[in-house]
């Protein structure tokens, strides 16, 4: 009789203790579970999609580089060309166009070159003195025996040969900036490109009336 009730008495206690521990190892399952999707598991996937979200702002291409670094020394050139029109053209038309080149170029040199360092890329060399026979190659741009005429030229004959030679560096930048448009991936270079393509049409039309043919 007393074994009897002593293996019942052990019976129950070790279904009360199996039963505690199934207690508490449910609560315990919950209480992980919540933090591993919560705290855990949550956190994570925000910052996957914070990054994912973050990373095309930053983002560039060969060509966005390509661009940056042809678009400089093209754009000084341009400069270099508007600031001889101060001294020796004739016409206040070609002054005027000259300045506005000026201070439309200028500020977009400095942000390229913001670009490419940023990027850890090269950056061209900067005027006076640039060597206009290495750019030869690029759309529109001047050989130093053009500048070298044009730097000689005064009154109408810089007017005619500025506005001549302007119009076909300009088409240059919008030959180069389409391609940028078309392939680039950096948003503010790709935005600068659609602005020069804008701008530059319109100063063609411009230069195009002055020399007559508009």
């Known amino acids: 009789m007393t074994n009897t009730r002593s293996l019942v008495r052990r019976a129950a206690l070790a279904a009360t203790a199996v039963a505690a521990a199934f207690v508490l190892a449910a609560c315990g399952s919950d209480d992980g579970s919540d933090t591993g999707s919560g705290s855990g598991a949550q956190p994570s996937a925000s910052a996957g999609a914070e990054n994912t979200a973050g990373a095309p702002a930053d983002a560039h291409n060969d060509q966005d580089v390509s661009f940056a670094q042809g678009m400089i020394p093209h754009h000084q050139q341009a400069i270099e060309m508007a600031g001889m029109a101060a001294d020796q053209a004739s016409s206040a038309e070609v002054k005027d166009l000259a300045s506005r080149i000026e201070k439309a170029q200028d500020p977009e040199i400095k942000t390229m070159t913001g670009w490419l360092k940023s990027w850890g890329e090269d950056v ?65 270079a790709t935005k600068m490109a659609d602005d020069i393509i804008t701008a530059q049409n319109a100063e063609i039309d411009e230069m195009n009336k002055l020399l007559g043919k508009g």
């Open 124 to 188: 061209p060399s900067a005027m006076p003195g640039m060597d206009h026979s290495a750019h030869g190659g690029m759309p529109g741009m001047m050989d130093q025996k053009d500048m070298d005429e044009l730097m000689k030229a005064s009154g109408k004959d810089f007017d005619t040969k500025f506005l001549t030679l302007m119009v076909e560096h300009h088409e240059g930048a919008v030959e180069m900036a389409t391609t940028e448009k078309e392939k680039g991936r950096y948003g503010a």
